[in-house]
T-cell receptor, first 116, second 113 residues
Framework: AQSVTQLDSQVPVFEEAPVELRCNYS??????LFWYVQYPNQGLQLLLK??????LVKGINGFEAEFNKSQTSFHLRKPSVHISDTAEYFC??????????????FGEGTQLTVNP | KAGVTQTPRYLIKTRGQQVTLSCSPI?????VSWYQQTPGQGLQFLFE???????NKGNFPGRFSGRQFSNSRSEMNVSTLELGDSALYLC????????????FGSGTRLTVV
Protein backbone atom coordinates (compact mmCIF):
# COMPACT_ATOMS: atom_id res chain seq x y z
CA ALA A 1 0.00 0.00 0.00
CA GLN A 2 1.08 3.55 -0.62
CA SER A 3 0.43 6.81 1.16
CA VAL A 4 1.11 10.44 0.32
CA THR A 5 1.58 13.34 2.72
CA GLN A 6 1.46 16.90 1.56
CA LEU A 7 3.13 18.84 4.31
CA ASP A 8 1.30 22.14 3.87
CA SER A 9 -2.46 22.44 3.51
CA GLN A 10 -2.24 26.11 2.53
CA VAL A 11 0.58 28.14 1.01
CA PRO A 12 0.08 31.89 0.53
CA VAL A 13 2.67 33.73 -1.56
CA PHE A 14 3.04 37.03 -3.35
CA GLU A 15 3.03 37.29 -7.11
CA GLU A 16 6.46 36.74 -8.73
CA ALA A 17 7.81 35.02 -5.60
CA PRO A 18 9.17 31.48 -5.74
CA VAL A 19 7.13 28.64 -4.26
CA GLU A 20 7.72 25.08 -3.13
CA LEU A 21 4.92 22.62 -2.38
CA ARG A 22 6.13 19.66 -0.37
CA CYS A 23 5.19 16.04 -0.87
CA ASN A 24 6.43 12.91 0.88
CA TYR A 25 5.33 9.41 0.05
CA SER A 26 5.50 5.98 1.57
CA UNK A 27 5.49 2.76 -0.39
CA UNK A 28 6.80 -0.78 -0.15
CA UNK A 29 7.17 -0.97 -3.93
CA UNK A 30 8.56 1.23 -6.68
CA UNK A 31 6.20 3.96 -7.71
CA UNK A 32 5.44 6.54 -10.33
CA LEU A 33 4.93 10.07 -9.01
CA PHE A 34 2.60 12.82 -10.20
CA TRP A 35 1.51 16.36 -9.51
CA TYR A 36 -1.98 17.48 -10.51
CA VAL A 37 -3.64 20.90 -10.29
CA GLN A 38 -7.33 21.57 -9.74
CA TYR A 39 -8.93 24.93 -10.49
CA PRO A 40 -12.32 25.73 -8.91
CA ASN A 41 -15.22 23.69 -10.30
CA GLN A 42 -12.93 21.75 -12.59
CA GLY A 43 -11.30 18.34 -12.78
CA LEU A 44 -7.63 17.58 -12.28
CA GLN A 45 -4.95 18.57 -14.78
CA LEU A 46 -1.62 16.77 -14.93
CA LEU A 47 1.30 19.12 -14.26
CA LEU A 48 4.14 16.62 -14.47
CA LYS A 49 5.11 13.04 -13.76
CA UNK A 50 8.18 11.06 -12.77
CA UNK A 51 8.46 7.64 -14.34
CA UNK A 52 12.22 7.00 -14.40
CA UNK A 53 15.50 8.62 -15.40
CA UNK A 54 16.43 12.17 -14.46
CA UNK A 55 15.22 13.06 -11.00
CA LEU A 56 14.38 16.63 -12.08
CA VAL A 57 11.14 16.70 -14.00
CA LYS A 58 9.83 19.69 -15.88
CA GLY A 59 6.12 20.19 -16.40
CA ILE A 60 3.65 22.63 -17.80
CA ASN A 61 3.21 26.27 -16.76
CA GLY A 62 6.84 26.58 -15.59
CA PHE A 63 6.56 24.02 -12.78
CA GLU A 64 9.22 21.44 -11.98
CA ALA A 65 9.65 18.73 -9.37
CA GLU A 66 12.56 16.79 -7.98
CA PHE A 67 12.37 13.14 -7.02
CA ASN A 68 14.49 12.27 -3.99
CA LYS A 69 14.47 8.53 -3.41
CA SER A 70 16.41 8.59 -0.14
CA GLN A 71 14.02 11.10 1.38
CA THR A 72 10.97 9.67 -0.43
CA SER A 73 9.99 13.15 -1.50
CA PHE A 74 8.70 14.76 -4.68
CA HIS A 75 8.53 18.51 -4.04
CA LEU A 76 6.99 20.85 -6.61
CA ARG A 77 8.63 24.21 -7.37
CA LYS A 78 8.09 27.28 -9.47
CA PRO A 79 10.62 30.14 -9.54
CA SER A 80 8.04 32.89 -10.07
CA VAL A 81 4.30 32.48 -9.55
CA HIS A 82 1.40 34.31 -11.14
CA ILE A 83 -2.08 35.13 -9.88
CA SER A 84 -3.38 32.49 -12.29
CA ASP A 85 -1.45 29.77 -10.40
CA THR A 86 -3.94 30.07 -7.53
CA ALA A 87 -5.43 26.58 -7.28
CA GLU A 88 -5.27 23.35 -5.31
CA TYR A 89 -2.33 21.08 -6.02
CA PHE A 90 -2.31 17.32 -5.47
CA CYS A 91 0.64 14.97 -5.25
CA UNK A 92 -0.09 11.36 -6.23
CA UNK A 93 1.65 8.01 -6.52
CA UNK A 94 0.87 4.78 -8.30
CA UNK A 95 2.31 1.30 -8.25
CA UNK A 96 4.66 0.42 -11.11
CA UNK A 97 3.25 -3.06 -11.42
CA UNK A 98 1.22 -3.52 -14.57
CA UNK A 99 -1.84 -5.06 -12.97
CA UNK A 100 -2.19 -2.48 -10.25
CA UNK A 101 -0.67 0.48 -12.02
CA UNK A 102 -3.99 2.06 -12.70
CA UNK A 103 -4.76 3.40 -9.23
CA UNK A 104 -3.63 6.83 -8.11
CA UNK A 105 -3.22 7.48 -4.39
CA PHE A 106 -3.53 11.19 -3.69
CA GLY A 107 -2.32 13.45 -0.94
CA GLU A 108 -4.71 15.76 0.88
CA GLY A 109 -3.92 18.69 -1.38
CA THR A 110 -2.20 22.07 -0.95
CA GLN A 111 -4.13 25.25 -1.62
CA LEU A 112 -1.77 27.72 -3.27
CA THR A 113 -2.97 31.32 -3.08
CA VAL A 114 -1.03 33.94 -5.01
CA ASN A 115 -1.61 37.47 -3.77
CA PRO A 116 -0.90 40.65 -5.75
CA LYS B 1 -9.28 16.13 -29.60
CA ALA B 2 -12.20 15.95 -27.24
CA GLY B 3 -11.44 15.48 -23.56
CA VAL B 4 -13.13 13.31 -20.98
CA THR B 5 -16.83 14.12 -20.82
CA GLN B 6 -18.91 13.52 -17.72
CA THR B 7 -22.66 13.87 -17.55
CA PRO B 8 -24.54 15.30 -15.85
CA ARG B 9 -22.45 18.09 -14.28
CA TYR B 10 -24.79 18.51 -11.32
CA LEU B 11 -27.28 16.18 -9.70
CA ILE B 12 -29.53 16.37 -6.66
CA LYS B 13 -30.97 13.15 -5.29
CA THR B 14 -32.90 12.08 -2.20
CA ARG B 15 -31.64 9.59 0.37
CA GLY B 16 -32.49 6.05 -0.61
CA GLN B 17 -32.61 6.73 -4.33
CA GLN B 18 -30.09 5.42 -6.84
CA VAL B 19 -28.06 7.37 -9.36
CA THR B 20 -26.12 6.65 -12.55
CA LEU B 21 -23.25 8.81 -13.72
CA SER B 22 -21.77 8.65 -17.19
CA CYS B 23 -18.25 9.10 -18.54
CA SER B 24 -17.05 9.25 -22.13
CA PRO B 25 -13.27 8.80 -22.32
CA ILE B 26 -10.85 10.25 -24.82
CA UNK B 27 -11.04 8.39 -28.11
CA UNK B 28 -8.69 5.42 -28.08
CA UNK B 29 -8.39 5.25 -24.29
CA UNK B 30 -9.29 1.85 -22.90
CA UNK B 31 -8.83 2.48 -19.17
CA VAL B 32 -11.43 4.43 -17.23
CA SER B 33 -11.13 5.16 -13.52
CA TRP B 34 -13.53 6.73 -11.06
CA TYR B 35 -12.68 8.82 -8.00
CA GLN B 36 -14.74 10.35 -5.23
CA GLN B 37 -13.68 13.77 -3.92
CA THR B 38 -15.00 15.10 -0.62
CA PRO B 39 -13.70 17.82 1.72
CA GLY B 40 -13.26 15.30 4.54
CA GLN B 41 -11.77 12.29 2.75
CA GLY B 42 -10.10 13.96 -0.21
CA LEU B 43 -9.66 12.04 -3.44
CA GLN B 44 -10.40 8.34 -3.13
CA PHE B 45 -10.17 5.68 -5.81
CA LEU B 46 -13.41 3.86 -6.53
CA PHE B 47 -12.59 1.45 -9.37
CA GLU B 48 -10.99 1.11 -12.77
CA UNK B 49 -12.18 -0.62 -15.91
CA UNK B 50 -10.05 -1.78 -18.79
CA UNK B 51 -11.55 -3.34 -21.91
CA UNK B 52 -14.92 -3.86 -20.18
CA UNK B 53 -13.37 -5.65 -17.17
CA UNK B 54 -12.95 -4.28 -13.68
CA UNK B 55 -9.21 -4.38 -13.17
CA ASN B 56 -8.86 -2.55 -9.89
CA LYS B 57 -11.17 -1.71 -7.01
CA GLY B 58 -11.00 0.63 -4.04
CA ASN B 59 -12.47 0.24 -0.57
CA PHE B 60 -16.04 1.28 -1.13
CA PRO B 61 -19.21 -0.62 -0.20
CA GLY B 62 -21.04 -2.72 -2.74
CA ARG B 63 -23.57 0.09 -3.25
CA PHE B 64 -20.99 1.58 -5.59
CA SER B 65 -20.71 -0.25 -8.88
CA GLY B 66 -19.65 0.44 -12.40
CA ARG B 67 -19.36 -0.94 -15.86
CA GLN B 68 -17.66 -0.25 -19.13
CA PHE B 69 -19.08 -0.70 -22.59
CA SER B 70 -17.38 -1.92 -25.74
CA ASN B 71 -16.81 1.69 -26.87
CA SER B 72 -14.98 2.33 -23.55
CA ARG B 73 -17.73 4.59 -22.22
CA SER B 74 -18.29 3.94 -18.54
CA GLU B 75 -21.09 4.32 -16.08
CA MET B 76 -21.02 4.41 -12.33
CA ASN B 77 -24.02 3.54 -10.19
CA VAL B 78 -24.70 4.27 -6.55
CA SER B 79 -27.70 2.56 -4.98
CA THR B 80 -29.51 3.44 -1.75
CA LEU B 81 -27.94 6.87 -1.56
CA GLU B 82 -26.75 8.21 1.80
CA LEU B 83 -26.05 11.80 2.77
CA GLY B 84 -22.34 10.95 2.92
CA ASP B 85 -22.35 10.09 -0.76
CA SER B 86 -22.54 13.80 -1.55
CA ALA B 87 -19.31 14.45 -3.43
CA LEU B 88 -17.64 15.38 -6.67
CA TYR B 89 -17.25 12.21 -8.73
CA LEU B 90 -14.38 12.35 -11.17
CA CYS B 91 -13.78 10.11 -14.13
CA UNK B 92 -10.35 9.73 -15.74
CA UNK B 93 -9.18 7.92 -18.83
CA UNK B 94 -5.86 6.60 -20.07
CA UNK B 95 -4.50 4.51 -22.92
CA UNK B 96 -3.67 1.82 -20.40
CA UNK B 97 -2.35 2.82 -16.99
CA UNK B 98 -0.81 5.61 -14.95
CA UNK B 99 2.39 5.24 -17.00
CA UNK B 100 0.57 6.87 -19.89
CA UNK B 101 -1.09 9.44 -17.66
CA UNK B 102 -4.73 9.87 -16.76
CA UNK B 103 -6.83 12.72 -18.13
CA PHE B 104 -9.64 13.80 -15.83
CA GLY B 105 -13.10 15.04 -16.65
CA SER B 106 -14.70 18.02 -14.93
CA GLY B 107 -16.72 15.77 -12.67
CA THR B 108 -20.30 15.29 -11.59
CA ARG B 109 -21.33 17.11 -8.43
CA LEU B 110 -23.79 14.87 -6.57
CA THR B 111 -25.80 16.29 -3.70
CA VAL B 112 -27.88 13.90 -1.59
CA VAL B 113 -30.63 15.53 0.46
Amino acid sequence: AQSVTQLDSQVPVFEEAPVELRCNYSSSVSVYLFWYVQYPNQGLQLLLKYLSGSTLVKGINGFEAEFNKSQTSFHLRKPSVHISDTAEYFCAVSDRKETSGSRLTFGEGTQLTVNP
Amino acid sequence: KAGVTQTPRYLIKTRGQQVTLSCSPISGHRSVSWYQQTPGQGLQFLFEYFSETQRNKGNFPGRFSGRQFSNSRSEMNVSTLELGDSALYLCASSLDSTFYGYTFGSGTRLTVV
